[in-house]
C-alpha cells in the first residue's frame, strides 16, 4: 500500500530533551515536506526536500533540523524542544517537483512539550 | 509574501444545503491552487486542484475555479452530505516548491 508513514503518533516530553520524528515513503517521491498545525494557523511548512541532499527552509524552521541522507526518509530533529513546539506535525510527499502536483500526507505527529 | 486567507468558521449547514468556502490568495508568479480535506483523526487528503487561471478542479461533488482577476479560488458543492463533515483547507503552490496553506474552515452539515 502507497503510504507515509510517521513514528511516533503521540510524543510527550519536556523542554530541552532532544527528540526525532521520523518520516517514510514507499512512492519513490523525490519531493518531502514537514508541516505544523496549529489550531487558527492552519499548516505552516517548516522545511522541504527536493531530493536526497537537497533541503530548504520553508516559513516556521527556527527550532527544527532535517536530513534527507535516503530517498525514503525525511526525519524532523528538535535539538532542544519547547512548549512553543507543542503541535500537530505533519509529513507529506509528493513525485518529483511540487509544483502542480499532490501531496501525500502521514497520519500526523501529535506533540506535546511540557 | 505569498498567503493563502480562508473564511473563518466553523460552517453549519443542514443536509442538501449549497456549500460555498471561500478562499482568496496572494502570490508571485503562477501559483497552483488546491483544496485538501481533513477528516477528524487524519492526515489531509487533496480533495481537487487547478494549476492555471479559468481552470476547474472537480471531485466528489465539489468544484473550484481558479480566478486570476479576482485572486480566488472558491469551493462549491451543490448539495452537501452528512459525510462531508471536516476541515477544509485552501493551498498554494509557488514555482518555487513552497506550499502556503489557510487557517482552514470546519465544515458540520446536520442531517
Known amino acids: 500500500e502507497a503510504q507515509v508513514t510517521q513514528n511516533p503518533r503521540y510524543l510527550i516530553t519536556v523542554t530541552g530533551k532532544k527528540l526525532t520524528v521520523t518520516c517514510s515513503q514507499n512512492m519513490n517521491h523525490e519531493y518531502m515536506s514537514w508541516y505544523r498545525q496549529d489550531p487558527g494557523l492552519g499548516l505552516r511548512q517548516i522545511y522541504y526536500s527536493m531530493n536526497v541532499e537537497v533541503t530548504d527552509k520553508g516559513d516556521v524552521p527556527e527550532g527544527y533540523k532535517v536530513s534527507r541522507k535516503e530517498k525514503r526518509n525525511f526525519p524532523l530533529i528538535l535539538e532542544s524542544p519547547s512548549p512553543n513546539q507543542t503541535s500537530l506535525y505533519f509529513c507529506?510527499?509528493?513525485?518529483?517537483?511540487?509544483?502542480?502536483?499532490?501531496?501525500?500526507f502521514g497520519p500526523g505527529t501529535r506533540l506535546l512539550v511540557l | 509574501g505569498d498567503s493563502v486567507t480562508q473564511m473563518e468558521g466553523p460552517v453549519t449547514l443542514s443536509e442538501e444545503a449549497f456549500l460555498t468556502i471561500n478562499c482568496t490568495y496572494t502570490?508571485?508568479?503562477?501559483?497552483?491552487l488546491f483544496w485538501y480535506v481533513q477528516y477528524p483523526g487524519e492526515g489531509l487528503q487533496l480533495l481537487l486542484k487547478a494549476t492555471k487561471a479559468d481552470d476547474k478542479g472537480s471531485n466528489k461533488g465539489f468544484e473550484a475555479t481558479y480566478r486570476k482577476e479576482t485572486t480566488s479560488f472558491h469551493l462549491e458543492k451543490g448539495s452537501v452530505q452528512v459525510s462531508d463533515s471536516a476541515v477544509y483547507f485552501c493551498?498554494?503552490?509557488?514555482?518555487?516548491?513552497?506550499?502556503?496553506f489557510g487557517s482552514g474552515t470546519k465544515l458540520n452539515v446536520k442531517p
Open positions: 502570490a508571485t508568479g503562477y501559483p497552483s
Open positions: 507529506a510527499s509528493s513525485p518529483e517537483l511540487a509544483y502542480q502536483e499532490t501531496q501525500y
Open positions: 493551498a498554494l503552490n509557488t514555482d518555487f516548491n513552497k506550499f502556503y
